[in-house]
Nanobody
Framework: QVLLVESGGGSVQTGGSLKLSCAASGRTLRSYAMAWFRQAPGKERDFVGAIDRNGGSTFYADSVKGRFTISRDNAKNTVTLQMNSLKPEDTAVYYC?????????????????WGQGTQVTVSS
């Protein structure tokens, strides 16, 4: 089992940047594909982006493509989400998730482990 803890959330103005981090303990992250999801108040938890086990491939939701970047450091057991050009519609709780599936899983059901979430608020 792996324990995930997100950090780095906060409040920024439109056009600003934030970098979220996800630290893992319990097992090495190199055994998992990783992803970020987000959930705005009253809405479903939506896929943001994913990265495969060795960091060679990434995939993003259309809404964040070109603005967000996922990376991982398996030696440090961390995954990061760099968010640039933030918009008010990016406001949500952001969750880090780990999946035992190979490749780039993108649906909530394919992720077995979740962090507690970190709040991101973008004001206009």
């Amino acid at each position: 089992q792996v324990l995930l803890v997100e950090s780095g959330g906060g409040s920024v103005q439109t056009g600003g940047s934030l970098k979220l981090s996800c630290a893992a303990s319990g097992r090495t992250l190199r055994s998992y594909a990783m992803a970020w999801f987000r959930q705005a108040p009253g809405k479903e938890r939506d896929f943001v982006g994913a990265i495969d086990r060795n960091g060679g491939s990434t995939f993003y939701a259309d809404s964040v493509k070109g603005r967000f970047t996922i990376s991982r450091d398996n030696a440090k057991n961390t995954v990061t989400l760099q968010m640039n050009s933030l918009k008010p519609e990016d406001t949500a709780v952001y969750y880090c998730a780990a999946s035992t599936l190979m490749g780039l899983p993108t649906t909530r059901e394919t992720f077995q482990y979740w962090g507690q979430g970190t709040q991101v608020t973008v004001s206009s």
